[in-house]
């Protein structure tokens, strides 16, 4: 291979396994489900975030929480699948995507999960800098019903978020800035819509996002700007995603070579060698034919049994071969 193509080879990405993904997957949900518990007793300050994203709604005239909840309080055949829908497929369609990414789509896979991943984390940020109250939580006099403790007959949830019955105290209900429920649903339609092949993977690539934002503020779990910030962490993390992926390289790279291995990378083939006499070396790589000289060149040692062209005027006194 030319030097200037060995130069241009790039490492491969690392073999990825599933039993070191699947504790690398379990380690983010655990911070993912930590960090939500980080800020659960600021009522206070929570109380003042949520209050705060209601008054610049008003100013910004936007307000589908009220319309949506009203909807899902009066109609239960809305009510209690948008209910279930909240509380099952964040947890049920990621994870399966993720599976499916890493079976069939092993090239894209890494990219995926690591923007996934970076997503979360600067969620979790959010939740951590900015606790907030969600609107089923606020005063009744604000005009919100929270539906998940309307119909909390209908399914596992108690009165206490989306935690099954008598869990509610093991997560942070203040947790609502930003969306990741948006935010992780964005991340299912892109990758159904980029890799589902299909126009029924596509279709839902496009509604999954757009129901799940309607159903965040149907069941009054989240204000319209909770779901645009799930959005926008998304498009950061998708940004950040390429300088996640190089770091990562680099620590592999540095940890292979103090275990003394190399990284995985791909192949460089050497230069092919004749197993006949050696043929002369100019540079990088660049050979004469045999027996071809050049002035101040310098030759390598023949082999024993080397062939008849071999001849003592050729012993690298520097004088040019005969011209043929």
Known sequence: M???????????????RWWTELPLILLVYACYSAGRLLARDDVTTAVDHGLAILRIEKSLHLNAEHPLNRLFTQEAWLGVPADFWYASLHYLITPALLVWLFRSRAVRYRAARTWLMTSTFLGLIGFTLLPTCPPRLLDAGHGFVDTMAQYSAYGWWGGEASAPRGMGNLTNQYAAMPSLHVGWALWCGVMLWRFGGTRLAKTAGV??????????????????????????????????????????????????????????????????????????????????????????????????????DASPADTGDGAPAAAR
């Open 2 to 16: 030319p030097q200037s193509e060995t130069l241009r080879a790039q490492a491969a990405p690392p073999r990825l």
């Open 207 to 308: 509604v999954y996002p757009l129901v799940t934002t309607i159903v965040v503020m149907g069941t009054a779990n989240h204000y319209f700007l909770d779901a645009a910030a799930g959005a926008a962490v998304m498009g950061v993390g998708l940004l950040l995603t390429p300088l996640m992926l190089r770091a990562a390289d680099r620590v592999r790279g540095s940890f292979a070579l103090r275990s003394g291995r190399s990284p995985e990378a791909s192949p460089v083939r050497s230069p092919q060698v004749s197993k006949g006499p050696r043929a002369s070396i100019v540079s990088g790589g660049c050979q004469t034919s045999a027996g071809e000289r050049f002035p101040r060149q310098r030759e390598s040692a023949l082999p024993t049994g080397a062939g008849p």
